[in-house]
């Protein structure tokens, strides 16, 4: 079969290269799952610099999420609580077999049913985007029905989630994007305000103000860090949170302690990760809940390219430069 594989570390189109390599063969708790959509992420890109919190063993596959066929599951497994063979199945395949490859292997307790709603690329851009936006917002966040939420890089995969989200959970929505390429694709995601930060500058905080009263956002979802996270320190509301999601700028912020302590907001990490391993109950849940929101149309991922298997490098890539808007999903 046919895998994008990693043997040094470096920049996406440098390093991943398409290769033969022999088909896998399911474990005790693994799924054999013939891929039918990846969904690219930036951690892919982290993963082949070497700067991701996990680093596999090379040479290793990129892709962290998929939707598939399953084709079989590993000995020893009761078929009472195994997804079937040719079950279509959403899945975080096991690294170093990650999802840019014709087929993969997946621990069952990662394998979920795809919801029907949804095509097979705009499942396989569902499982972490829209996990991490629901935990983000309503375990971390207790977002409530009519709060403002701001959300950064609001026409981007991680972003439009949690646009989708809020919108879905009653909060009125602020989005702020880079372009007016991208500020047209926040306003059709359903935001109630975009803000254009290349055009607002240093006046990001007082528009986000002015937007809300005076009042500022309630919750704010920060994907972006560096001085997206030091905007929102300066509109936040009172009693407000701030959810740190991730650093696709690049750049970490240190947090004065002291500016939340006078202004009274909370600075809130999410990592989406350490549900998975210390209460995965409440991950299988979070599914059930994304599956019955998808089902009557409150979110559907935002698929801005289908890319065939040829394109996965080139793909994280673009992802990784934030170039793109939505999903890009590359299709073995």
Known sequence: MRAWRVHETGE????????????????????????????????????????????????????????????AVGPGTDPGTAPAPGSRVVAQPALPGGAFAEKVLAPLADVFPAPAALDDAEAAALHIGYQTGWFGLHRRAGLRAGETLLV??????????????????????????????????????????????????????????????????????DPVGGSAYEASTKCVAFEGRIVV?????????????????????????????????????AVTACHLELTALAARGAIRPLVAERVPMEGAADAVRRVAAGTTTGRLVVLP
Not at 192 to 220: H, S, W, Y
Not at 246 to 266: D, E, M, Q, W
Not at 267 to 274: F, I, Q, T, Y
């Open 245 to 281: 999601v991730g650093f696709a700028s690049g750049t970490i912020p240190r947090p004065g302690l002291n500016h939340a302590l006078v202004k009274n907001y909370s600075v809130l990490g999410l990592h989406w990760g350490l549900y998975r391993s210390r209460d995965p109950e």
């Open 12 to 71: 996406p189109t440098d390093v991943m290269r398409l290769e033969e390599v022999p088909e896998p063969e399911p474990g005790p708790g693994q799924a054999l799952i013939r891929v039918r959509a990846a969904n690219v992420n930036f951690p892919d890109a982290l993963l082949c610099r070497g700067h991701y919190q996990i680093r596999p063993p090379m040479p290793f596959t990129p892709g962290v999420e998929l939707c598939g066929e399953v084709l």
């Open 152 to 221: 950064h890089a609001a026409a981007g995969g991680v972003g439009s989630a949690a646009v989708q989200l809020g919108k879905a959970a009653g909060a009125t929505v602020i989005g702020v994007v880079g372009g007016p390429e991208k500020a047209a694709v926040a306003r059709e995601l359903g935001c109630d305000t975009v803000l254009d930060r290349t055009e607002a500058g240093d006046e990001l905080p007082a528009l986000v103000k002015e937007a809300t009263g005076g009042r500022g956002a309630d919750v704010v979802y």
